[in-house]
């Protein structure tokens, strides 16, 4: 045998063996590892019982979303039960779409700062205003601080998703072992949360769009001034809140790409893969149970 060459491990892989055992040296796993039906995420069960949904609602003619999918849908749906049976994909977009959220958190803490300069600004000019000439209270600062707050929660919730700072209303919590809960999560993410959002964003498609001055019938106004159309606040100075309302949608969106990333993770905890789920890489935060 030639000094240097790679050795490989010839032993048969068994068909329950897990796939965190095998990785090699470089990250990677080895593709006989995931082949058979047992070897699917649990993530393309439920894709692949969507699309077959998809499939008779089209034959049915149903009037539902799920008989009326769009091609980039089907797609979608392909490239996700694709990934399903790749782990080594599947665990990289979870620990993309977490990278995100940290990102967004980042940018919710330093958001919190603003607030807080703005709402100072306030209380000085408040009180400031007797001793000087001139009114210099602007009412921009009020209503531009509310809008920062507003765009904190909308950029830090899919953190809270990922780090689980939620409260949980059942006192049996503290009880269930690890796999107990993330069965619940599971269950209750794909299909309670994860289709709210999915909704949500149907719904506020639209609405981002009218918010930054397209028409109700599709139309944007012409010219290239689009801000002189947004609509105005009504406290003091009038900011435009366009823009505020059209992060709603972005705010959903990471909230769901987040919820993604949980039930990816929720999904290889079930099925023992416990170093891909990446339970040590999410800060403990102490849980509240109420």
């Known amino acids: ?34 082949t058979g039906w047992r070897r699917i995420h649990p993530l393309g069960w439920v894709l692949i019982a969507w699309a077959l949904g998809g499939v008779v609602g089209r034959l049915m003619g149903t009037s539902y979303l799920i008989g009326r999918m769009r091609w980039w849908m089907w797609v979608a749906n392909i490239v996700g039960i694709a990934l399903c049976v790749h782990y080594t994909w599947l665990h990289r977009l979870r620990v993309a779409i977490e ?23 306030n209380v000085v000019t408040r009180y400031g205003n007797d001793y000087v ?5 602007i009412g921009e600062a009020s209503s531009l ?31 269930f072992d690890e796999k107990r809960k993330a069965w619940l999560d599971f269950v209750l993410h794909t299909t309670l949360l994860f289709p709210f959002t ?12 009218i918010s930054l001055g397209r028409k109700r019938s599709g139309v944007w106004p012409s010219g290239w001034k689009v801000w002189e159309t947004w609509e105005k ?36 905890i079930l099925i023992d893969e416990r170093e891909l789920a990446g339970l040590d890489e999410v800060p403990e935060i102490e849980l509240r149970v109420e």
């Open 1 to 34: 045998m030639m000094s240097g060459a790679p050795v490989r491990n010839r032993h048969p892989l068994r068909w329950g063996t897990r796939v965190a055992e095998v990785v090699t040296t470089n990250g990677s796993v080895p593709d006989e590892v995931r």
């Open 99 to 121: 990278a995100v959220s940290r990102v967004s958190r980042q940018i919710a803490w330093r958001l919190s700062w603003v607030v807080f300069l703005i709402s100072l600004f």
């Open 133 to 137: 000439s001139q009114d210099i209270l």
């Open 145 to 175: 601080a509310w809008m920062v707050f507003g765009l904190i929660f909308l950029l830090g919730v899919n953190y809270g998703v990922m780090v689980g700072v939620n409260p949980r209303v059942d006192f049996w919590w503290t009880h």
């Open 198 to 209: 999915i909704m949500s964003i149907r719904i506020l498609w639209g609405y981002a769009g």
């Open 233 to 268: 606040s009504s406290d003091a100075g009038g900011l435009p809140v366009g823009p505020i309302k059209a992060m709603i949608l972005v705010g959903f969106v990471l909230w769901a790409s987040q919820v993604v990333a949980q039930v990816i993770k929720e999904g290889f």
